[in-house]
Nanobody
């Protein structure tokens, strides 16, 4: 059984920083894609960062590029999202996701359907 759980959300002021963690277990394959998505009330879920579980190239949305950093520690089975220079528009529920990875293909996809397992979400609130 695959389990995925985010932690580290909270409230910060504009310009502040937060780090989200996502502990996962039970994924049945050695290679997989990881991703962070977020959703504000009344909006669609937005992909913001993805990478392979083994590291290397990371893919970011324009809205978070140069401010957020995704990382994965395979040994600890933990995915991270370091968020800097936070803005009020970064507020929302943040979700960690895992999905299949095809050998020879990148994890550069923000399509939610590409990810199979999701956490329950962590709330991030940025006040102005």
């Amino acid at each position: 059984q695959v389990q995925v759980a985010e932690s580290g959300g909270g409230s910060v002021e504009t310009g502040g920083s937060l780090r989200l963690s996502c502990l996962h277990s039970g994924y049945p394959y050695l290679l997989f894609c990881t991703g962070w998505f977020r959703q504000a009330p009344g909006t669609e879920r937005e992909g913001i960062a993805t990478m392979a579980n083994t590291g290397g190239h990371a893919h970011y949305s324009d809205s978070v590029k140069d401010r957020f950093a995704i990382a994965h520690d395979d040994a600890k089975r933990t995915l991270y999202l370091q968020m800097e220079s936070l803005k009020p528009e970064d507020s929302g529920m943040y979700y960690c996701a895992l999905g299949p990875r095809t050998l020879g293909k990148s994890c550069d996809s923000f399509e939610p359907d590409q990810f199979t397992f999701w956490g329950q979400g962590a709330q991030v609130t940025v006040s102005s």
